[in-house]
Structures are given as C-alpha cells and as structure tokens.
C-alpha cells in the first residue's frame, strides 16, 4: 500500500497551497489520514488528521497552523488534501500524509501511531 502526495511547492509568504494525498490501492474511507512536516533537523510534526468515515470525519489541526490549514477528505475519490493560507517561512518543510486504521484519540498527534506514509513532497516559502 502507497501512498502519492502531491501539491508542494514554491510560494511567497502569505501564499498558498493544496497538498493532496492519494493512496494506491485499498479503501482508505475508514482510516485515520494525516499530515506531519519535517524540517531539517527536527523531529517530525504533526500538522493535521482527519477521522474516517467510521469517526464523522472529525478534524484536528496543530495549534501552529490553526486557522491557516485545512483538512478535507473526498471519499468518492479517496483522497486526503490540505488547504495552506497564509504560509509562513516557518511552514518550510517535506510534508508527508500517513494513514492508519488503529488510530486513537490519545495518539492522533504521533507520528509512530501511522503505518504506512506517503514519500513526501517539499514545501518552501520564502520571506
């Protein structure tokens, strides 16, 4: 199982960009699917994550992107996508979107509670 993450890019600050994630096979309708950045030389961070269909599709956003990122899920087209406004220097990173099916509520913001995870795509913003 893959999964393809697209949309990075180069922008300016106060831009934006739409990530979009798309697993290669299975229905992903019922998993938890997220976005965590990397920079160089840290850890990697949890962005956003969307519950399944199982879970309402419940929403949960990083204090550091509320109100700026969005996170959306088409299940017709079994896709994951984040919506980024008002991107900021700080947002650089390699994003990456995860999915798991065992996903629970006191471990949505860990990196090690996904399974599998997407290659990666850059996002730079310059000041």
């Known amino acids: 199982v893959q999964l393809q993450a697209s949309g990075g890019g180069l922008v300016q600050t106060g831009g934006s960009l739409r990530l979009s994630c798309a697993p290669s096979s299975r229905d992903f309708r019922s998993y938890f699917m997220a976005w965590f950045r990397q920079a160089p030389g840290t850890e990697r961070e949890f962005v956003a994550a969307i519950g399944g269909s199982n879970r309402g599709g419940r929403t949960y956003c990083a204090d550091a992107v509320e109100g700026r990122f969005g996170i959306s899920r088409d299940n017709a087209k079994n896709t994951v996508s984040l919506s980024m406004n008002s991107l900021e220097p700080e947002d650089t990173a390699v994003y990456y979107c995860?999915?798991?099916?065992?996903?629970?509520?006191?471990?949505?913001?860990?990196?090690?509670?996904?399974?599998?995870w997407g290659q990666g795509t850059q996002v730079t913003v310059s000041s």
């Open positions: 995860a999915a798991d099916s065992r996903v629970i509520m006191t471990t949505i913001r860990s990196a090690s509670a996904y399974l599998y």
